[in-house]
């Protein structure tokens, strides 16, 4: 097994954002990067041209649904995951460890693996650190994810116990891994605790893989925890590695993100909020459903050039919310997706530029977060 | 009021067939022609840059939705149902009478008009000819449609008096029309009764409109009546005028009906199938949730260069369906929509090499037709 192919090429730097290249066998991925989550092999509600026009390069597939459908052995028989879903762009597949705590039924967590129930058909089913790795080889992802224990991030105890877990699983990972095309990416875990967190991060790193993932954070923590979190990271984590926040995705996130040294970002948020209607703008989060809109010719973002704001306006797209139209949801996929693609390429140009701290304050000046529950 | 924009020039003709040329203020339609569903002011689950890489020119749109929701007025405001919904090409809207009398909750027709209630909170609203045309030219399409009434294909008594009002209704849908820059057709009713629709067919032509309409056909009368229908009324309408032949849209329906001198059709059926997984072949319909399809490699259709022929296996879409996924509706659509116009071009090429009744009879012999009822 080797790495070879996955080297980062840092081009420039502002304080502790970084601006690189990670180069994969479907291409280079210019970070920062934002990855649209295509859970079931696909974004949902919008076709790979869609996707590709909002300028998307990296899209992150979930090991746990596509193991139980359509099977990870059918996928590999159709040419693996690129083939299958007809993305030719680089793809990560996460462990189906975070799925299998979060989705399914019951589970039992033993020193070797995970058995779990189905969310689909309640079956049942065993994950192991080796099992992860075959599933994700037959997925056959640029990037996959070691298999870990994503513990309650305010719970000392179990944190502790996750960590250990965690490493004893990423040993096995590295050693089940036999695809010479696939970056495996460690994942640091332990909480909110700055200890636990430091000594994940040093672990991991000594593995010397070709990146390093943040995981168990924005599952409950503050964002004060969470940044506190990446600052603690920031100087353990080595710094010719990419670093991938997992699961994060909010506008704010993905400024703070970078600002504390994050390359990587992934998040259903895009997709998920145009389920319910709610929009990206550069003053925050809009909702398409609200009768303001019937009869607003403006479109969602008038500094976007995505498909859905070069072309419709807002009384339209609150008129297919009104009607329960599904292009409602492709529509507004396509702008957030964009808006984040946008953002972090605006995000790029800015610490190439040197004045990234200075872009930062300002979009988080304009963007008003949205304090409500996210959808879930 | 002068429909002089509305010409219809015959190219060529086989038999009863006709390829001919429309001029819309938007674009000519070269017919035969099939018009996709907009039913809500969007042809369900694609964009309309889709529907136009489908080689679509006309799409119909329904009055009777878009006055309840999101209301006429604001329409007109917005521009104009092209604008609204961004297609640049032809359009229709029919008269809002076909919906009265299938959705809406409760309905009274009277010499005047019809009253009912709304599908969507039964609220109390009244069609009559002038109001439907009102609605017509606030909507702003290109062809829109005299107010009707349908009758049950074979109830003879309730069909004389369809027809009588029908008439009628029509005389003061001229009188009530103000805009040039849409052609009104008139439609011709009768049910399954050859006198009736001799006489309908000479009254509505003697209105000398820019085109013919056929209703009251594909609503529960056998192939064999409908096909009889259309042989009564092919001598008597008139040969310079488009005729259009309202609801239809199976494949052997567009054969047949070209066969029989129709000009242009429009159905929900390729898009409310693909809702339905099911995707137009030339050997027939296949359901892609069907478990022979899981690992099957092919295209929906290997003749088709549809995006999603181009571009997707039918385990793949099978995959989709099984999980739920939005996008399998739009790929199903886009094929459908596509199997049809490409029927419709092929069709026309037929008829301008003069060998149509040939290639009406393979296509016939080749396509195996579903016993099973449409899905609705």
Redesign the interface.
């Known amino acids: 097994m080797t790495n070879l192919p996955f080297t980062y090429d840092i081009i420039a730097t502002e304080k502790n954002a970084r601006a690189g290249v990670f180069h994969t066998p479907h291409g280079d991925l210019l970070t920062p990067v934002f990855a649209p989550v295509g859970t ?3 974004v ?7 996707l590709k026009e909002t300028g998307a390069s990296l899209v992150l597939s979930n090991t746990y ?1 596509l193991y139980l ?2 099977g990870a052995e ?1 996928v590999a ?2 040419g693996g995951l690129h083939e ?3 993305w030719p762009n680089p793809m990560l597949t996460d462990s189906g460890g975070f799925q299998v705590f979060s989705l399914s039924n019951t589970r039992k967590v033993d020193e070797e693996g995970v058995t779990f129930k189905s969310h689909i058909d309640g079956s049942s089913h065993r994950f192991t650190p080796e099992s992860s790795i075959k599933v994700q080889e037959q997925l056959g992802a640029d990037i996959i994810m070691a298999f870990d224990e994503c513990a309650t991030p305010n719970d000392l105890a179990y944190n502790k116990r996750a960590v250990v877990r965690t490493h004893n699983w990423l040993k096995r990972c590295v050693a089940a891994k036999s695809r010479s095309d696939q970056a495996l990416f460690g994942i640091v875990q332990g909480g909110v605790f700055a200890d636990l967190r430091r000594e994940s991060a040093e672990f991991v790193s000594s593995m010397d893989l070709p990146g390093v993932a943040i995981g168990g954070l924005s599952v409950g923590e503050t964002k004060a925890e969470m940044h506190a979190m990446l600052d603690v990271l920031h100087p353990i984590l080595p710094t010719t590695k990419p670093r991938y926040l997992m699961g994060v995705g909010s506008p704010e996130d993905l400024v703070n993100g970078v600002l504390r040294g994050v390359d990587i970002f992934d998040c259903v948020l895009p997709t998920r909020l145009a389920r319910h209607q709610s929009a990206f703008t550069p003053s925050g989060r809009i909702n398409l459903m609200n009768a303001g809109f ?2 607003d ?1 403006q479109p969602i973002d008038s500094t976007c050039n995505c ?1 859905a704001c070069k ?3 807002r ?2 797209i ?3 919310v ?2 329960k ?3 409602a ?3 507004i996929s396509i702008h957030n997706i964009s808006f984040l693609i946008n953002l972090m390429n605006n995000i790029r140009a800015a610490i190439k530029a040197g004045n990234f701290e200075l872009f930062a304050a300002d979009f988080l000046r304009s963007y008003k977060t949205n304090k409500k529950q996210e959808p879930s």
């Open positions: 079931q092999a696909t949902k509600s919008i076709t790979p041209a869609q649904h459908r359509p059918l028989e159709m299958f879903m007809q019937a009869r010719t498909y072309n419709f306006t009384a339209y609150r008129h297919l009104v009607a139209e599904m292009l949801s492709t529509l």
